[in-house]
């Protein structure tokens, strides 16, 4: 499941969570837990086991539902509070020990507790310790440039960044591109959730060679490719009349369609007013529409009734029925806290 997209309960994930979790953590939060919240007066203990309750649900139910949250987290927070009521605990088993004339036994279980606390000093200080160094790295004249060259070169429609891009832009990411150009862009994912090679262009197209390629790019109304990895450059230069070499540095090589189809209307008409990261803002010309934006399960719509338009089984766009012709609709996606209450 990619992380933008709703899961379902799963107790076998839910349980591997917690098990992560709970071999990380101190053992004497895990011990000395319930025997503070015990000690607490009413109304705090009644406090404190809500909270908890609540964090630990999150922490381990609904990751699997909204993994894009990283819920899990939650466990963190909870284990780092749950220092209070433990403190506690462990505060009045030392306060219990008898000052003289006691026996061994009775100062046992203190004296392990003490040595636990003891040695967790130097837990926290093999930690510390152990930290790995964090590379920094600093944008040359690389993301720059190619930015300009797509702002001028890139067209009306969008770029499309061939094959796979995680960290191959001065070691960073794509994100802020579009930002920078004003062009909208298409790569294999929209968010930061690939480790993995993933290529943008589906099987189902690329098995259909030349044709297939020119159908996965009229479809996304894209203007422009860019290539970095060998085949693609390859690729596109195999094809003049297709793609125009426009700009190259380093590994990047921009290339602008010759003869696409642009628009993003496939069926029915209307005008894109505004798009941006949030949203798009569109007025219909017809009640009918199926755009070239993939259909997420979050988007609503001011107006218009959204489904899903089945293009290819790796590709699904929008489409909407019931639209107000001649008014300005807004689609954009549902806020984090509704999505979460519809499990989306």
């Known amino acids: 499941t990619y992380k933008t997209e709703a899961g379902k309960v799963d107790l076998r994930k839910s349980l591997a969570i917690l098990r992560e979790t709970a071999v990380s953590i101190n053992p004497l939060l895990l011990v000395f837990l319930v025997p503070g919240l015990m000690l607490l007066p009413g109304l705090q203990r009644r406090l404190f086991t809500v909270v908890f309750l609540v964090l630990f649900l999150l922490g381990t139910v609904a990751v699997p539902l909204k993994p894009q949250l990283e819920l899990d987290r939650m466990l963190l927070l909870l284990a780092l509070l749950s220092a209070l009521p433990c403190s506690l605990s462990i505060s009045k088993l030392f306060s219990s020990i008898p000052l003289t004339g006691g026996r061994w036994r009775h100062s046992l279980l203190p004296a392990s507790v003490g040595a636990f606390l003891f040695a967790t000093v130097f837990s926290a200080a093999s930690v510390m310790l152990n930290r790995s160094s964090e590379m920094f790295f600093f944008s040359g004249s690389l993301t720059e440039n190619l930015a300009k060259a797509i702002a001028e070169h890139g067209g009306v429609g969008r770029t499309v960044f061939s094959g796979?891009?995680?960290?191959?832009?001065?070691?960073?990411?794509?994100?802020?591109?579009?930002?920078?150009?004003?062009?909208?862009?298409?790569?294999?994912?929209?968010?930061?959730?690939?480790?993995?090679?993933?290529?943008?262009?589906?099987?189902?197209?690329?098995?259909?060679?030349?044709?297939?390629?020119?159908?996965?790019?009229?479809?996304?109304?894209?203007?422009?490719?860019?290539a970095h990895e060998k085949p693609w450059i390859e690729y596109f230069l195999k094809r003049p009349q297709d793609f125009h070499h426009v700009w190259a540095q380093h590994r990047f090589h921009l290339f602008k369609r010759r003869a696409p189809v642009s628009g993003y209307f496939l069926e029915g008409k209307g005008k894109i007013i505004e798009q941006s990261t949030s949203g798009i803002t569109l007025v219909p010309q017809t009640e009918s529409l199926v755009l070239s934006f993939r259909y997420v399960p979050s988007l609503i719509s001011s107006d218009c009734t959204i489904g899903k338009a089945n293009i290819d089984q790796e590709v699904i766009f929008i489409k909407l029925d019931n639209c107000p012709v001649g008014k300005e609709v807004r689609l954009r996606s549902a806020s984090y806290f509704s999505r979460l209450l519809r499990g989306v």
Do not use: C
């Not at 960290?167 to 802020?176: A, F, R």
């Not at 930002?179 to 909208?184: K, L, R, S, V």
């Open 164 to 226: 796979f891009v995680m960290h191959d832009l001065n070691k960073g990411h794509i994100s802020h591109l579009p930002y920078y150009t004003g062009t909208p862009m298409v790569a294999s994912s929209h968010v930061h959730n690939l480790w993995r090679y993933k290529q943008v262009f589906p099987k189902s197209f690329i098995d259909r060679g030349d044709t297939g390629m020119d159908e996965y790019l009229d479809l996304f109304n894209a203007t422009s490719v860019v």
